[in-house]
């Protein structure tokens, strides 16, 4: 079965601070796909990364930036000079088998608060 | 820019009433999920379609909960009688298999 640990339930940082969210899988699939969603308080989803397993460079958004380790199951994610717009719950996923486009099971979520 | 909608944002019922959400999906993508979200559970999968087929609704209570898809455009997951342990928000989400999912934006429902 699948699984996604998000430990972290909520960090709090304030604006210019980087902040890394940690995120964990377990899966017996040897390709899958590894998301990022982020949920702002008005509460829609939103896609922010998809890193298939066969991937492993590192990736850097602006000031988002992700980092997948295959050999320890994590896929974090940091966030750097964090603003007040970055304050959300932010989402962890891994979808099973081989299609990006598949079912995903998510992680528990990490709420951020950035306060000015 | 293609987005997935749901209607409606609200829903606010007594209970033993009938609920109807229903979600248009992303014009192309060919799979349809249906997600729930509460404070104690978090995000959980209820249903989903490939190809309009219903492929796995293990996560939804049978007795009372239906999903659909009369057609590629309309997706919809009834609750028949709603209770209040039923109030969360509901996520339609949609995608290709070379695609991520794409959210809308729920249907908060409240059942009194």
């Known amino acids: 079965a699948q699984k996604v640990t998000q430990a972290q339930t909520e960090i709090s940082v304030v604006e210019k601070e980087d902040v890394t969210l940690d995120c964990v899988y377990e899966t017996r699939d040897t390709t899958y796909y590894l998301f990022w969603y982020k949920q702002p308080p008005s509460g829609e989803l939103v896609f922010l990364i998809r890193?298939?397993?066969?991937?492993?460079q590192n990736e850097i958004s602006g000031r988002y930036s992700w980092n997948f380790q295959k050999s320890t199951s994590s896929f974090n994610f940091t966030i750097t000079a964090s603003q007040v717009v970055d304050s959300a719950v932010y989402f962890c996923?891994?979808?099973?088998?081989?299609?990006?486009?598949?079912?995903?099971?998510f992680g528990g979520g990490t709420r951020v608060l950035v306060k000015p | 820019d293609a987005r997935v909608t749901q209607t409606p944002r609200h829903k606010v019922t007594e209970m033993g009433q009938e609920v109807t959400m229903r979600c248009q999906p992303i014009?192309?993508?060919?799979?349809v999920f249906w997600y729930r979200q509460t404070m104690m559970q978090g995000l959980e999968l209820l249903a989903y379609f490939r190809n309009r087929a219903p492929l796995d609704d293990s996560g939804m209570p049978k007795d009372r909960f239906s999903a659909e898809m009369p057609d590629a455009t309309l997706a919809t997951l009834k609750i028949q009688p709603s209770e209040p342990r039923d109030s969360a928000v509901y996520f339609c989400?949609?995608?290709?298999?070379?695609?991520?999912?794409?959210f809308g934006n729920g249907t908060r429902l409240t059942v009194t």
């Open positions: 996923a891994l979808s099973e088998n081989k299609a990006a486009g598949n079912k995903l099971t």
């Open positions: 890193r298939n397993s066969f991937d492993e």
């Open positions: 989400a949609s995608g290709r298999w070379d695609s991520p999912l794409h």
């Open positions: 014009l192309g993508h060919n799979t």
